[in-house]
């Protein structure tokens, strides 16, 4: 594999990582409490995820 001759500049590295961007979680409205969750988990406030109640272990 060819491997660089030279040292590339800081620039020419943070130019190619321009499109590296975090991106806000996907939320929606549960649908059993009507809370504000993250798509695809359970919901925090009633337990639910697709329709049925999941066990959540107990926040002390």
């Known amino acids: 594999m060819p491997n660089p001759k030279r040292r590339h500049s800081k620039t020419r590295g943070r130019k ?8 806000a979680p996907a939320l ?3 649908p059993n ?3 504000t969750k ?11 995820y697709d329709g049925r ?3 959540l272990p107990k926040k002390q």
Not at 16 to 23: D, F, G, I, V
Not at 38 to 48: D, I, L, M, P
């Open 16 to 23: 190619r990582r321009t499109h590296y961007k975090a991106s």
């Open 28 to 30: 929606m409205n549960c």
């Open 38 to 48: 993250q798509a695809h988990k359970v919901c925090s406030s009633c337990g639910f």
């Open 53 to 55: 109640s999941v066990a």
């Open 33 to 35: 409490c009507g809370e």
